[in-house]
T-cell receptor, first 115, second 110 residues
Framework: DQQVKQNSPSLSVQEGRISILNCDYTNSMFDYFLWYKKYPAEGPTFLISISSIKDKNEDGRFTVFLNKSAKHLSLHIVPSQPGDSAVYFCAASVYGSGNTGKLIFGQGTTLQVKP | EPEVTQTPSHQVTQMGQEVILRCVPISNHLYFYWYRQILGQKVEFLVSFYNNEISEKSEIFDDQFSVERPDGSNFTLKIRSTKLEDSAMYFC????????FGSGTRLTVV
């Protein structure tokens, strides 16, 4: 099941610089997208989401961009901090009544922010 | 901040044994989920639960798996006869969109 793909297993950036994490999806029915962060031995923590009616959503240092025609989304973290070092998962869902809230996750990208 | 609580944090069981993984979702949430992550792999959806019944389940969630909300606060996942390949982190979650995950139970089947 490769409906959601994160092609970069890892990313390393310098503290203070921008981190850009990418995600592609294949199912055109997806219309709600989320990013989760995960530390070792913890569950995923919700970061930010975006509906397909938007192309950008911002929350503090985190911005998610959605390009529906390319079926691509990205998470920008500016400025990156060492505490942002974690695994980042992209997830997708089908919004609307009757849906069950099921999320399809990508494989994750391990972000390392170097001091 | 409200939390989803999972117990135990680590469970080791013999192949063929039954295990019950327990979760206490956030109290005013109505939707509940189980996911699992096999080491090095994706987080995979197992089942969603709403209004005291399963609303969707994945192909992984076969007859060996069951879920229950026995007392209005706990939400359990039962695996009737564990296999080696059931070894994974199991995450409970509650909410709807941007929902909250628990810290997981590491299940090791030996």
């Amino acid at each position: 099941d490769q409906q959601v793909k994160q092609n970069s297993p890892s990313l390393s950036v310098q503290e203070g610089r921008i981190s850009i994490l990418n995600c592609d999806y294949t199912n055109s029915m997806f219309d709600y997208f989320l990013w989760y962060k995960k530390y070792p031995a913890e569950g995923p923590t919700f970061l930010i989401s975006i509906s397909s009616i938007k192309d950008k959503n911002e929350d503090g240092r985190f911005t998610v961009f959605l390009n529906k025609s390319a079926k691509h989304l990205s998470l920008h973290i500016v400025p990156s901090q060492p505490g942002d070092s974690a695994v980042y998962f992209c997830a997708a869902s089908v919004y609307g009544s009757g849906n069950t809230g099921k999320l399809i996750f990508g494989q994750g990208t391990t972000l390392q922010v170097k001091p | 901040e409200p939390e989803v609580t999972q117990t135990p944090s680590h469970q080791v069981t013999q192949m063929g044994q039954e295990v019950i993984l327990r979760c206490v979702p956030i109290s005013n949430h109505l939707y509940f989920y189980w996911y699992r992550q096999i080491l090095g792999q994706k987080v995979e959806f197992l089942v969603s639960f709403y209004n005291n019944e399963i609303s969707e389940k994945s192909e992984i969630f076969d007859d060996q798996f069951s879920v229950e909300r026995p007392d209005g606060s706990n939400f359990t996942l039962k695996i009737r006869s564990t296999k080696l390949e059931d070894s994974a982190m199991y995450f409970c979650a509650s909410g709807h969109y941007g929902y909250t995950f628990g810290s997981g139970t590491r299940l090791t089947v030996v």
